[in-house]
């Protein structure tokens, strides 16, 4: 497979353990954000959004807290499996404004048994 | 399966050459993106079209020019290519404003 971002920071967690993969992002004005998952060989996946009006967003298994004070995202999957290895990226923008999604650099999540 | 069909898969070629990269996107969907995805750069937005027209402008180099025709689909022309131009480069489309849906991504190596 591909891959991605060699130079990134990586995350190994336990299968079954929990996982906090955490983002700074950039923009105050950004009012959009988006986890995505890039798994080795495809394209990025989007996993969940979070709107600047809430701080807390839970889909299936993943959660996204977030920050504005400090500019900080953070994505939690609970009971991590193998399938969850990959790069996992967070995006922000202004609402509407897709084209302007800037990607932060991404953290490695690696799943061990 | 994400719906949005990238081609080719791998591409290599010689510096100084020029290549096309093809992206149909998801059904219904009117506007394409391009990304390009190099281990220090991270995802690079390039450039977007929305129904035919130029919606807006990344970082594209002037070597680098695109074009989405009638039908939606759109290619990347890339020329004059350098080594540092290797890379994955990812079409993307969406109805606004929705989620992008990325392709598979081309992977060009220059030699």
């Known amino acids: 497979g591909e891959s991605v971002g060699l130079h990134l920071p990586t995350l190994s967690v336990q299968e079954g353990d929990n996982s906090i993969i955490n983002c700074a992002y950039s923009n105050s004005a950004s009012d959009y954000f988006i986890w995505y998952k890039q798994e080795s060989g495809k394209g990025p996946q989007f996993i969940i959004d979070i709107r600047s009006n809430m701080d807390k967003r839970q889909g299936q298994r993943v959660t996204v807290l977030l920050n504005k004070t400090v500019k900080h995202l953070s994505l939690q999957i609970a009971a991590t499996q193998p399938g969850d290895s990959a790069v996992y990226f967070c995006a922000e923008t202004l609402t509407g404004t897709a084209s302007k999604l800037t990607f932060g650099t991404g953290t490695r999540l690696q799943v061990t048994l | 399966d994400s719906g949005v069909t990238q081609t080719p898969k791998h591409l290599i070629t010689a510096t100084g050459q020029r290549v096309t990269l093809r992206c149909s996107p998801r059904?219904?969907?009117?506007?394409v993106y391009w990304y390009q995805q190099s281990l220090d750069q991270g995802l690079q937005f390039l450039i977007q079209?929305?129904?035919?027209?130029?919606?807006a402008k990344g970082n594209i180099l002037e070597r680098f020019s695109a074009q989405q025709f009638p039908d939606l689909h759109s290619e990347l022309n890339l020329s004059s290519l350098e080594l540092g131009d290797s890379a994955l480069y990812f079409c993307?489309?969406?109805?606004?404003?929705?989620?992008?849906?990325f392709g598979e991504g081309s992977r060009l190596t220059v030699l």
């Open positions: 059904s219904g969907d009117l506007s």
């Open positions: 079209y929305y129904n035919g027209e130029e919606r």
């Open positions: 993307a489309s969406s109805v606004p404003p929705g989620e992008l849906f």
